[in-house]
């Protein structure tokens, strides 16, 4: 079946815009994950959803950051007023939970490259 | 709370040698265990798994690693290191339920001549 996908795959925009990425996760997996990626740098996890329980938003750096996840699949992360230190990889990944040999097995998508001028 | 460190932030090997890179993880119980590798410009994939059973997992690529619950461990390890294994590696831990997985800051490993 079809992977974790993410669109755009690049994106530029203007500082102060609004910008909304997209994840369309493995059918089936209840959890999703956001994470950010900047250069050189490590995986920062920005939020997690896990089926209709309420998402965990540790992560989110500041109030310009949400996410929704639409009917428990498609999920849109958002970011209001971007500002050039958001400039980053934004990875999507889901993940069945809840028992078998692949639960929690993240899968990856190929990630929406954002560059804020 | 679950949590993971990889203490070696950068690791430079020649080829040929072998290979081991550091995790070590906070939980109680024992957890479910992954290391990711993710080459340059690359998307993360995954290299191994540990749910229980043999402690000592095979991965691919030639990959494995070992869990020792005394050390709250689990190093990932190659007998030979080739150029194409240069990348960063992720190790990350999920402590069952509906918990999320936690990643460690990742190792950088360098390939040299």
């Known amino acids: 079946g079809a992977g974790v996908s993410q669109s755009p795959s690049n994106k530029v925009t203007e500082k102060g815009k609004d910008v909304e990425l997209r994840c369309d996760p493995i059918s089936g997996h209840t959890a999703l994950y956001w994470y950010r990626q900047s250069l050189g740098q490590g995986l920062e996890f920005l939020i997690y959803f896990q089926g209709n329980s309420a998402p965990d938003k540790s992560g989110l750096p500041s109030d310009r950051f949400s996410a929704e996840r639409t009917g428990g699949s498609v999920s849109t992360l958002t970011i209001q007023r971007t500002q050039q230190e958001d400039s980053a990889v934004y990875l999507c990944?889901?993940?069945?939970?809840?028992?078998?040999?692949?639960?929690?097995?993240?899968?990856f998508g190929p990630g929406t490259r954002l560059t804020v001028t | 709370a679950q949590s993971v460190t990889q203490p070696d932030i950068h690791i430079t090997v020649s080829e040929g040698a072998s290979l081991e890179l550091r995790c070590n993880y906070s939980?109680?119980?024992?957890?479910?265990l992954f290391w990711y590798v993710q080459s340059p410009g690359q998307g993360l994939q995954l290299l191994l798994k540990?749910?229980?059973?043999?402690?000592l997992v095979q991965g691919i690529k030639g990959f494995e690693a070992e869990f020792k619950r005394s050390q709250s461990s689990f190093n990932l390890r190659k007998p030979s290191v080739h150029w194409s294994d240069a990348a960063e590696y992720f190790c990350?831990?999920?402590?069952?339920?509906?918990?999320?997985?936690?990643f460690g800051t990742g190792t950088k490993l360098q390939v040299i001549p």
């Open positions: 939980y109680g119980a024992t957890p479910y």
């Open positions: 990350a831990v999920n402590s069952g339920g509906y918990q999320k997985v936690t």
């Open positions: 990944a889901s993940s069945s939970h809840g028992g078998g040999a692949s639960s929690y097995e993240q899968y």
């Open positions: 540990y749910f229980s059973g043999d402690t």
